[in-house]
């Protein structure tokens, strides 16, 4: 009854390529997006209706939270951590639809997600601070830290994918277990705490992302804009 | 054959040790991390924002530990090295 769920089986066959269900549930969530973003963009009002009033709030609160995070202008990180929030969001919550398993619950999603943080932790380093500056920035009290700050960057991201991963099937494998035990109504306190923890481990993965790009663009650049605000 | 059964019996065994004794430690310290959290509420409600935006950060940090014992005993359970 219960599969184990480090592995996954494919729906169907694109030439050679097997595609799971995870990755057509991945994809449905891209196109609700793009369906969404069109119709938010596309009549923006100066007198905002229901969808814009409820963007414009998301886009404040999101702003305020990347300037407590990272204290310095959410421009460029705004779109990067908005988009990776409402993924994350959508794909927890998406195992609510009855039938479909939450992408986020299979490890491959995860492993995706944790890659572009990786490589956008080092974009947004090398862009604020130069490739010299970004790599002189992991000998950074001395440089007998240099193993370590390596170290650290890959396990970082490491953990992000496992703790998304393991919170989202733990979720799932709960509620499997309640379900083969009693039937009806007894799951459903274990399926309102899996929405609890979807929303709380969205909002921890873009957060710790922002915190990781704030660490690797550093104190210098922050320093600055904190000067042309005063 | 034998000793098959043996390597599941201790893996369920292992499974079932590092799940137990591995979410000992994280209770204990989200069990303090909250309290001290609730004290600072107490003292400083202004500070709720900042407060429990750090608290929700470090139960996450905090709680990984108990994720990594259940994936290595998942790994024990479902993707074991010694039986395939």
Same mark, same amino acid.
């Given at each position: &009854? ?14 050679p390529v ?33 969808? $814009? ?17 990272? $204290?310095?202008?959410? $421009? ?13 969001l ?24 944790a890659?572009?943080v ?42 992000? &994918? ?7 099937m ?30 709380? $481990?969205?909002?921890?993965?873009? &957060? ?6 704030? @660490?690797a ?11 042309? @605000?005063? | ?48 924002? +900042?407060?429990?935006? +750090? ?8 709680? +990984? ?15 074991n090295?010694?039986?395939?």
């Amino acid at each position: &009854m219960i599969t184990s769920p480090l592995s996954s089986s494919p729906l169907f066959f694109v030439g050679p390529v097997p595609i799971a269900s995870q990755v057509v549930v991945t994809w449905c969530i891209i196109a609700l997006f793009a369906v969404l973003a069109h119709l938010i963009g596309h009549v923006l009002r100066l007198r905002p209706g229901r969808l $814009q009033s409820v963007a414009e709030l998301f886009y404040v609160t999101l702003d305020q939270q990347i300037r407590d995070t990272m $204290q310095t202008d959410p $421009q460029p990180y705004r779109a990067f951590a908005a988009t990776l929030f409402l993924f994350v969001l959508c794909a927890n919550l998406s195992s609510l639809v009855p039938g479909v398993e939450a992408p986020t619950a299979h490890i491959e999603t995860d492993a995706a997600l944790a890659l572009i943080v990786f490589f956008s932790i080092i974009v947004f380093g090398i862009r604020s601070r130069g490739l010299m500056g970004y790599l002189k920035s992991f000998a950074d009290p001395t440089w007998m830290m240099v193993p370590l700050n390596l170290v650290e960057a890959l396990t970082r991201t490491f953990s992000l &994918m496992l703790r998304l991963f393991g919170n989202m099937m733990s979720g799932a494998f709960v509620i499997g277990i309640v379900v083969s035990l009693a039937g009806l109504f007894v799951p459903i306190p274990f399926m309102a705490l899996d929405i609890l923890v979807g929303i709380i $481990q969205a909002y921890i993965f873009s &957060m710790l992302t922002l915190v990781f790009i704030g @660490a690797a663009v550093g104190e210098e650049d922050r320093g600055s804009l904190i000067k042309e @605000a005063t | 054959m034998n000793g098959i059964i043996w390597v599941q019996l201790i893996s369920i065994i292992g499974a079932v040790i590092a799940v137990a004794f591995g979410a000992i430690g994280p209770a204990l310290a989200e069990g303090r991390a909250i309290a001290a959290a609730m004290d600072a509420l107490a003292r400083q409600p202004d500070a709720a924002n +900042t407060i429990s935006r +750090t608290l929700f950060v470090g139960l996450a940090m905090i709680e +990984t530990m108990a994720i990594y014992c259940l994936v290595i005993a998942l790994l024990l359970l479902f993707a074991n090295p010694f039986l395939h």
